[in-house]
């Protein structure tokens, strides 16, 4: 029988021990944020577990039907944990909000899959290689021998499938599919996952595309495509925030594009930077990380502060240097 690894049993004990519980993750939660927390809170609670699930910002629309009874929640002032547990968050800095709510706690455990992580927890489970935390979350639920419920494999089926971009990205390994298809035997609602998911938008993002599609820009040989995405665009549209994920894959699926951005301006002089390659030549994580962001080396994002155009200006210079590194 394979042993369980040693950070693995470290959390296991803790979790078995511990009887409070907050499950954190990051902000402007995206499918294996919000699938990874309510996955591992629903396994605490099933454990018999006091068990909550903070999140600074709402649950996305697209995803709400993971969630029909709210369990995902602001945070609480005045609040005491026995354990916390982070998925999906690179950085304290990314919990927003929630971190100033989690201090007072026995101990801190950091789940996540991103590289650039930061190792801000007490006990840290950083697994570069895994595509998403929601397969992370399923190998800790089934070393911990917990039930898998159909719900929460609902939840972690949605983590699996979206940071893989529907098992597409070149991330996706075997043991993917195999977590895929375990979950789907646990009871994951495929044909709802993928309706919800992938099938059901509504008209405001329709009208947020139409507004990436006539103004997006190619430069350098058309190897790079950015748009810009302003308070103005989500007003004049009735979008929010949420109707904007995805929205770069539409840009970077042009077939002589490699780095596909999006620039986001949160406030007059604060600039969201999302990256996405396509080749494994150019890793726009370390881009970010120019920038104090990170991600993976195909995903990859900063805030960064600063004049709108100037930011443009030093990203994109950033990035034709990767793109001209490649060449020579």
């Known amino acids: 029988m394979k042993s369980v690894p040693k950070i693995l049993q470290r959390i296991i004990d803790t979790m078995r021990k511990a009887q409070t519980f907050c499950v954190v993750g990051h902000i402007r939660p995206d499918g294996d944020c919000i699938g990874s927390q309510l996955g591992l809170t629903l396994a605490l609670r099933g454990l018999g577990k006091d068990a909550v699930c903070w999140n600074q910002d709402v649950v996305p629309q697209k995803l709400s039907f993971l969630d029909p009874d709210k369990v995902v929640s602001k945070p609480v002032k005045g609040k005491h944990f026995d354990c916390v547990i982070a998925t999906d968050c690179a950085s304290f800095e990314r919990l927003g909000t929630v971190g100033e709510h989690i201090q007072n706690r026995d101990i801190f455990i950091n789940i996540d899959h991103h590289g650039s992580n930061t190792r801000y927890a007490d006990i840290n489970w950083i697994s570069p290689k895994e595509p998403s935390s929601g397969e992370l979350i399923f190998r800790l639920l089934k070393a911990a021998k917990l039930p898998v419920t159909p719900t929460i494999a609902n939840c972690l089926f949605t983590a699996v499938s979206t940071d893989t ?32 998911v992938y099938q059901s938008y509504p008209l405001s993002r329709v009208r947020l595309l139409r507004h990436v599609y006539n103004s997006f820009r190619l430069v350098h040989d058309e190897q790079i495509a950015y748009f810009w995405l302003k308070p103005v665009d989500f007003a004049r549209t009735g979008a929010t925030t949420a109707d904007s994920e995805g929205l770069i894959d539409h840009v970077r699926d042009i077939e002589p ?40 080396p195909a995903a990859a994002g900063a805030r960064i502060e600063g004049r709108p155009l100037t930011v443009q200006r030093r990203v994109l210079a950033a990035v034709r240097k990767a793109l001209d590194a490649v060449k020579s």
């Open 165 to 196: 971009g529907s098992f597409q990205y070149a991330s996706t390994r075997p043991s993917t599919y195999h977590t895929a298809a375990e979950l789907v035997k646990h009871g994951a609602e495929l044909g709802r996952i993928c309706h919800e």
């Open 257 to 296: 594009v490699v780095v596909a951005c999006v620039f986001e301006e949160m406030e007059p002089e604060v600039t969201r930077v999302s990256l996405r390659s396509k080749t494994k030549d150019v890793n726009v994580s370390a881009i970010a990380q120019e920038f104090g962001g990170g991600g993976h």
